[in-house]
């Protein structure tokens, strides 16, 4: 289980590379784990409340990944790390607060 941990934190690290400086720590991660306690997929979030950043094409290819669903206040991309499913969550606070 640690080595998946690590699979995660690893993950992380990188996806943090392909988005500016200023918004990097509202990233979060969060590996989700099966009955057996191993990773079953690696979860990152990210909640931005100045509205959606640019992040670079290339955590696409980095994860394999495609868009599964695309809103006006938010992105989901699906993929793999090392062999475990991984999703990442991105949303604009700042649109998904302003009808409030």
Same mark, same amino acid.
């Not at 306690?37 to 909640?47: A, C, D, E, L, P």
């Not at 290339?58 to 938010?74: A, P, S, W």
């Given at each position: ?35 057996? =306690?191993? %990773? ?5 979030? #990210?909640?931005?409340?100045? /509205?959606?950043? $640019?992040?670079?094409?290339? +955590? @696409?290819?980095?994860?394999? =990944?495609? %868009? ?5 206040? #938010?992105?989901?991309?699906? /993929?793999?790390? $090392?062999?475990?499913?991984? +999703? @990442? ?12």
């Amino acid at each position: 289980m640690d080595r998946k941990n690590e699979n995660a934190d690893q993950l992380f690290a990188k996806v943090c590379e392909y988005f500016p400086k200023q918004v990097r720590g509202n990233l979060k991660v969060k590996p989700e784990c099966d009955a057996n =306690g191993n %990773v079953s997929t690696i979860v990152i979030r #990210g909640r931005f409340p100045k /509205g959606m950043p $640019q992040y670079d094409a290339k +955590l @696409l290819e980095l994860i394999g =990944g495609r %868009v599964t669903e695309k809103e006006q206040d #938010g992105i989901e991309i699906r /993929g793999q790390w $090392q062999g475990i499913p991984c +999703l @990442l969550q991105l949303r604009s606070e700042s649109l998904a607060t302003a009808g409030v």
